[in-house]
């Protein structure tokens, strides 16, 4: 068919077809990603279907197939950087799987979550990757789990049972920053950011255990809960030496709280490495270029999120078999702010 006899009307998957010189069903396989038909002829197919103007329906096909290619993500706080690269593993991952992510933002807000979750589920998303907002109540991830929609938990582990999760060894982590400082000579180490009743739990316990392994007792007037963003990681270092504490070195929460601790000793004057020493967590990819650069636990962002998608497609493919995780080994980099 030429371009003139589909003039005046919608092209359709025949007319494809007829262009390209294939069946109807190569020309559907090839619009569904499908790595079963020979390059060449799916470049041909591609190439008609764009000299026809021809848009597949991506959700007409997966209603007739009573699937979907649709995978929703919906994150906690897109402010953070660690969350951009998980979301660049996580991404082509699902792409080069033949799906399309439908992203959300909670903001923290378990109700804002539970629309987003909603409204994925109406679009009949094949899947859902969730880093749970804090207060996420888990009789909602166990409603979402039982309503059949594959369901992968990302970061933090909440309420884990029978769910995947792809996360990292919190304490362990915080383990190695702590006793990083320890070994430079440090005894008046704080905790920065974080609150009660999330992660910080796991990473707390870190910090303790490096303690007591050195022979140092825990003080609590160290340990400044506050969220973990810059302008908390701001305000708890000015807190931290502030206090009755004469902290000489913090491990802070993650990267963006060490990023707002950074700010708060130039604001002091002091500068990391020299004056005081700070170590953060995630090791994204504007530690290295922060001023000092940045001394951090490294757990691979753009990897963790890849192994996510791998245990959502597990899921999918497998929708009976037991839960699975993923847990990131952390690794200390060790540059010039402590």
Do not use: W
Request: proline residues 5%.
């Amino acid at each position: 068919m030429r371009n003139d006899e589909a003039a005046g009307r919608t092209p359709t998957i025949l007319d494809v077809a007829a262009f390209a010189q294939v069946s109807k069903s190569t020309v559907s396989l090839v619009l569904q990603g499908s790595t079963r038909i020979p390059e060449a002829t799916a470049e041909r197919v591609r190439n008609a279907a764009a000299a026809l103007g021809y848009i597949y329906n991506q959700r007409a096909a997966s209603l007739r197939r009573q699937s979907s290619t649709t995978i929703g993500v919906v994150i906690n706080d897109l402010m953070n950087p660690f969350f951009s690269e998980v979301l660049i593993g996580l991404e082509s991952a699902l792409v080069e799987a033949g799906y399309t992510v439908l992203m959300g933002h909670s903001q923290e807000d378990p109700r804002r979550q539970e629309r987003l979750l909603q409204s994925m589920r109406e679009l009949h998303a094949g899947g859902i990757v969730l880093c749970p907002a804090i207060g996420t109540p888990p009789e909602n991830l166990a409603r979402l789990r039982d309503s059949g929609t594959p369901l992968t938990l990302i970061v933090r582990a909440h309420d884990r049972a029978g769910h995947d999760f792809a996360g990292v060894a919190n304490a362990q982590g915080v383990f190695l920053a702590t006793q990083h400082l320890i070994g430079a000579g440090h005894r008046r180490i704080g905790f920065l950011g974080g609150l009660p009743g999330t992660m910080q739990v796991d990473r707390v316990s870190g910090y303790r255990q490096a303690l007591a392994e050195a022979g140092i007792a825990f003080d609590p007037v160290l340990v400044v809960s506050a969220p973990p963003h810059r302008a908390g990681g701001y305000g708890a270092l000015h807190a931290l030496l502030d206090g009755e504490g004469a902290a000489t070195a913090a491990v802070c929460y993650n990267d963006i709280t060490a990023f707002g601790a950074l700010s708060a000793l130039g604001a002091r004057g002091l500068r990391a490495g020299a004056d005081f020493a700070l170590v953060g967590f995630d090791n994204v990819l504007d530690a290295a270029h922060s001023n000092p650069p940045l001394t951090t636990v490294d757990i691979r962002p753009v990897e963790l999120g890849l192994r996510a998608a791998e245990l959502l497609l597990q899921r999918i493919a497998e929708p009976g078999r037991p839960a699975q995780a993923y847990e990131a080994t952390p690794q200390l980099v060790v540059r010039g702010s402590g």
